[in-house]
């Protein structure tokens, strides 16, 4: 049996090297270039054309349940070897068994069958950055565990159903469409770090260098958090320059060193760039284990003053990075997991929960309210809380 | 007596007119990778304005300095519409610069300028006598009355011109009218019935009647072969290759770039097919570009750029991979040592396609350590791997390690960049020349001195009227003539 690939405690860019970025506008697009090219692990897009696709997280696929409900332009299928010899990229066949279709003229819907599915031996596919989106919009989902008395009816029955987020498609982040168009893809490519007006958008890594060749414009389908939406209205392009010290060289041999010594100062200029996501304490999920890979979402810790990340990963089982797929929330939406880890971890005691966030309890509600889980609460405590506001 | 303010004044003069020639040399107005054509024809067009408002002398010079043929033909008609402000004493210099220009235009780029002449309602007495004059000496204008028709109309009426011949009665009185003397009249007269007649006309006549008397595309290609021209066999050759027959070319004959252009085309397992046939058809187009020029450059290297963005736009295909390309097979041909240094790197040149980044500070300082005397750069100056490497590389090597100036350094750039009113440059130690077609590159050599800022405006000026007086010389009949002082210069662009 071998060893399984380890959970991810913190992302980093293992088995990867980061390459000079490329700027274009507001956008700043950083190659990553991996070390070692193997071929037992291939991802490959397939492309659905519904307006809107529900996929069903629990039970038959046409049955009451759990329902996610999005737009989703494309699904990634992940096809492994166990024994290290290549596997095929499958993506683009033809796969009817993949949910079924509805709806006819201007609306389709297609129901699918959970976030991750496997369809063969050694081939799994899932719904890209929406199984991590899942993931955050699952969190405490069931609602209060004890029915205090200030929640309301729904509360406690459904919990915090219908929970919704939102966010923008990277064709509305202005100048990523021209920055994806004229980037230049490098040899050994299989990913990048995504920023916009220099804030990381996002970071996207896949094993193989075809797949990232085949799956660069697909970066545009994806969806981003809605303020890097605003950061791109204002972005401008920014003027970085590394220089070579001239008294340092004497000979061409000089001038060689230096080279790559400037050269791997923008690489970890870059990766200082992102310590928002690397390097910080990841808390993660396993969702699919395939051979030595492992399938997993993850999230940063959430803490509200802070950049914060929810994404999914692939590692193998020596912890080399071989999927990896981010997405930035926005300050809101932090906020809102971060009410909802506090009222958790207080059992859902409002009292409680406020002298742990040092506030009194009214001002609580009024969080809560503001945040949108008013509906959580029944009407005269949130009247009361609003007038001795 | 030099003042300070008129040095000044120099300087901008200077710099404006290098900046011109420069985008002269590299602007078509068409879409680039990394700008738009309304973009570029803005840019350029503000930059014609500007130059000839401030410059008139030499904006009318420029018209020798080897700019390409979209911008001879913009000089032309500006020249042409404001012939009222040329000062008296250079009335006759523009005047013979203007109708030399044309008359080196090619046949179709001419006959376009002539009917631009009309859509920009410029009608004055200059205007209406190079026309006349341009016409009068045309060797063959029945077949060009066939093949540019309409443009032919046009310049005619709006010059007010009377044409020899059944020429008028062909134009204007319409071909149905009557049968013709002159045969090539009368075989387009019987097109319009008989398909016979439609072989004897040029190709892109026939075309029209083909469809019209709906001939199979093999059988009309099979039958016309022998009425094109080179261009359009080599146009056609995918084509041909499609309707399973072939057209008869030979690679050699066709120019530099416009061969590396097709080569591109083709797929890399074809292009390895025929190895042999490419390798000499491009050493025919190298010798023929440098017939006129047999002197050699010394120890040359390129650093020729195959990124992505040198796959060009859907206006210009692959064309400044092209340009590097033709580039290298040019120096080949014209130095003592050559060696090529493709980025990313490449081993068989005949493998070359536009994929990766553009690192152009790794194959710099190999140049540099193989000890080239003359580096020269092709590429659309866009550094990203790292940003500003090569640019610094040269600095640093110019100021610490080669301060007597032994190695020269020039980027060539074919691709204007429409912000900057240049072609983009890659650093300041490095001076950047436009370079539309390969053949033209011993003529950018000679200019790259100016480029880098070292040389005065009048030297620049010497330099203008130098190629103003070979271009007014009177030539024998026959082509134009590249001139071999054109090599000494390059050379003497190495040396500096």
């Not at chain 2, 061969?259 to 074809?270: F, G, K, W």
Request: hydrophobic letters at 40%; charged letters at 25%.
């Amino acid at each position: 049996m071998t060893a399984h690939a380890p959970l991810l405690e913190a992302a980093e860019l293992r088995g990867l090297e980061l390459a000079p970025s490329q700027v274009w506008g507001g956008i700043r697009i950083v190659p990553l270039l991996r070390r070692e090219i193997r071929e037992d692990l291939r991802l490959a897009k397939r492309s659905y054309d519904e307006d809107l696709m529900v996929v069903s997280l629990d039970g038959e696929l046409i049955a009451p349940g759990v329902k996610y409900l999005s737009y989703v332009p494309h699904g990634l299928v992940v096809s492994w070897s166990a024994d290290g010899t290549a596997a095929a990229a499958y993506g683009t066949q033809f796969e009817s068994r993949d949910g079924k279709r509805f709806g006819k003229g201007p609306c389709t819907v297609r129901v699918a069958h959970r976030m991750a599915r496997r369809e063969d031996k050694n081939r799994l596919r899932f719904l890209p950055l929406h199984l991590a989106m899942e993931g955050f919009l699952a969190l405490h989902f069931g609602g209060p565990e004890v029915a205090w008395s200030e929640y309301s009816r729904r509360a406690t029955t459904t919990g915090l159903d219908p929970r919704t987020e939102q966010s923008v498609p990277g064709w509305w982040i202005h100048g990523l469409e021209d920055a994806l168009r004229v980037f230049e893809i490098h040899e050994r490519q299989v990913g990048v770090l995504l920023f916009v007006a220099e804030a990381l958008a996002s970071a996207f890594v896949v094993p193989h260098p075809d797949d990232y060749r085949a799956l660069h414009r697909t970066l545009l389908e994806d969806f981003y958090g809605t303020l890097l939406f605003h950061y791109g209205l204002h972005a401008t392009a920014s003027r970085m320059e590394a220089t070579i010290d001239e008294r340092n060289v004497s000979s061409l041999a000089d001038l060689r060193r230096e080279l790559g010594k400037m050269r791997a100062e923008w690489g970890t200029f870059h990766a200082e760039m992102a310590t928002g996501l690397f390097g910080k304490k990841l808390r993660s999920e396993r969702i699919y284990r395939a051979g030595p890979f492992q399938l997993q979402r993850f999230a940063t810790d959430l803490n509200p003053s802070e950049e914060n990340h929810i994404g999914e990963a692939m590692v193998r089982e020596t912890g080399e990075l071989e999927y990896l797929k981010t997405f930035r929330l926005s300050a809101a939406q932090t906020r809102r997991a971060f009410l909802l880890s506090q009222l958790a971890s207080q059992n859902w005691n409002l009292d409680a929960t406020a002298v742990l966030l040092r506030q009194s309890k009214d001002e609580l509600v009024r969080r809560l309210e503001k945040a949108g889980f008013g509906y959580l609460l029944k009407e005269h405590v949130l009247q009361a809380a609003r007038r001795r506001h | 007596m030099v003042t300070a303010d008129s040095s000044t004044t120099k300087r901008i003069e200077r710099e404006d007119m290098v900046m011109f020639i420069n985008a002269c040399f590299a602007c078509t107005g068409q879409k680039e990778f990394y700008s738009d054509a309304h973009g570029q024809g803005v840019s350029i067009d503000f930059l014609h304005e500007y130059i000839l408002g401030n410059y008139r002398r030499l904006y009318a010079r420029c018209l020798a300095a080897g700019i390409n043929h979209f911008n001879k033909g913009h000089v032309i008609t500006n020249l042409l519409a404001t012939g009222q402000l040329t000062p008296k004493a250079q009335r006759e210099e523009e005047g013979a610069l203007i109708f030399a220009a044309l008359r080196e235009l090619p046949t179709q780029r001419a006959y376009r300028v002539l009917e631009s002449l009309r859509d920009r309602k410029i009608n004055n007495r200059r205007a209406r006598a190079v026309a006349r004059r341009f016409l009068s000496e045309r060797n063959d204008l029945a077949f060009e009355a066939l093949k540019y028709r309409n443009k032919l109309r046009a310049a005619t009426t709006h010059a007010h011109l009377a044409l020899p011949g059944e020429l008028g009665k062909f134009l204007f009185r319409g071909w149905q009218r009557q049968r013709f003397e002159t045969p090539l009249f009368e075989k387009f007269r019987q097109a319009h019935y008989a398909k016979e007649a439609i072989y004897e006309l040029p190709y892109t006549i026939a075309e029209g009647f083909a469809a019209k008397h709906e001939i199979p595309r093999d059988e009309f290609l099979a039958r016309i072969e022998a009425r094109m021209t080179i261009e359009e066999k080599l146009r056609l050759q995918q084509t041909a290759k499609r309707e399973t027959t072939t057209l008869d070319l030979d690679l050699g004959r066709v120019g530099l770039t416009r061969l590396a252009i097709y080569l591109l085309a083709l797929p890399v397992s074809e292009r390895a097919k025929s190895r042999a046939v490419i390798e000499a058809a491009f050493q025919q187009a190298s010798l023929r570009a440098l017939r006129r020029a047999p002197r050699r450059l010394g120890r040359v290297a390129a650093i020729l750029d195959r990124s992505f963005s040198s796959s060009g736009s859907s206006e210009k295909r692959r064309r400044p991979l092209a340009v590097a390309w033709a580039t290298s097979q040019l120096l080949r041909a014209a130095s003592e040592e050559y060696r090529a240094f493709w980025t990313p790197r490449l081993d068989d040149e005949l493998q070359v396609v536009a994929q990766g980044q553009s690192d152009l500070a790794t194959p710099l300082l190999e140049a540099l350590a193989w000890g080239a005397d003359l580096i020269l750069i092709v590429s659309d100056g866009y550094e990203n791997d790292p940003p500003h490497g090569a640019a610094e590389v040269a600095r640093v090597f110019k100021n610490r390690l080669d301060p007597d100036r032994k190695t020269s350094i020039v980027h060539l750039n074919p691709v204007f960049d429409a912000e900057h009113y240049a072609p983009r440059s890659i650093g300041s130690a490095i001076p950047t020349v436009g370079l539309r077609d390969a053949e033209d590159l011993l003529t950018m050599l000679g200019f790259a001195r100016f480029a880098d800022g070292s040389a005065p405006l009048s030297e620049l000026e010497d330099y203008l009227a130098e190629r103003v007086k070979r271009m007014l010389r009177p030539r024998s009949q026959g082509a134009p003539q590249r001139d071999p002082s054109e090599a000494d210069e390059a050379v003497e662009a190495a040396n500096r």
